[in-house]
T-cell receptor
Framework: DGGITQSPKYLFRKEGQNVTLSCEQN?????MYWYRQDPGQGLRLIYY???????QKGDIAEGYSVSREKKESFPLTVTSAQKNPTAFYLCASSIWGLKAASYNEQFFGPGTRLTVL | EDQVTQSPEALRLQEGESSSLNCSYT??????LFWYRQDPGKGPEFLFT???AGEEKEKERLKATLTKKESFLHITAPKPEDSATYLCAVQAHTGNQFYFGTGTSLTVIP
């Protein structure tokens, strides 16, 4: 089955701790994204990557870091600098279309719920 | 600034009672408008992509339409299993990001 997997499903972080959320896709998609979802707010973009070894900051990148060493993998680290990390984190991927008619819809993983203790 | 506004925030329908959800957008050149369904505690599930005004897409009881300023998601004779949050997102020609609305929470009562 092709798809996107995220792990763990639930994650608990202590104050001052860094944690890493995993995201893997076997859809052969070039682009991958990380979003944060809070109650009453739309999905907000943290980071995205179009190709291996390259990534760009989204709207709320402060306190987060990413890497893209393999096409299939895009892990997100929530650092101690992120003051309010409790949220639902979603990873997505898409074909990186450059033409207006390209099918560039994003497909999402099941999410990781992070809670600060 | 690219923006997406969805209304209503919440909608309760009786089973079989048809209705529409609205997604208004402002974007500097629309590349695509996307509809997703999200169940509690799960990732969004892709439903439709619309690219140009006048375009329509259908899937079972759902029909999405697009004008130059807004999109509607029409739900015909809904069933309780249609209960979910429906998200709308837009992508502009000039950028790479998706901009999401806050969603409409739909509850269908048997």
């Amino acid at each position: 089955d092709g798809g996107i997997t995220q792990s763990p499903k639930y994650l608990f972080r202590k104050e001052g701790q860094n944690v890493t959320l995993s995201c893997e896709q076997n859809l052969n998609h070039d682009a991958m994204y990380w979003y944060r979802q809070d109650p009453g707010q739309g999905l907000r973009l943290i980071y995205y990557s179009q190709i291996v070894n390259d990534f760009q900051k989204g709207d709320i990148a402060e306190g987060y870091s990413v890497s893209r060493e393999k096409k299939e993998s895009f892990p997100l680290t929530v650092t101690s600098a992120q003051k309010n990390p409790t949220a639902f984190y979603l990873c997505a991927s898409s074909i990186w279309g450059l033409k207006a008619a390209s099918y560039n819809e994003q497909f999402f993983g099941p999410g990781t719920r992070l809670t600060v203790l | 600034e690219d923006q997406v506004t969805q209304s209503p925030e919440a909608l309760r329908l009786q089973e079989g009672e048809s209705s529409s959800l609205n997604c208004s957008y402002t974007v500097s050149g629309l590349r695509g408008l996307f509809w997703y369904r999200q169940d509690p505690g799960k990732g969004p599930e892709f439903l439709f992509t619309l690219y140009s005004a006048g375009e329509e897409k259908e899937k079972e009881r759902l029909k999405a339409t697009l004008t130059k300023k807004e999109s509607f998601l029409h739900i015909t004779a809904p069933k309780p299993e249609d209960s979910a949050t429906y998200l709308c997102a837009v992508q502009a020609h000039t950028g790479n990001q998706f901009y999401f609305g806050t969603g409409t929470s739909l509850t269908v009562i048997p």
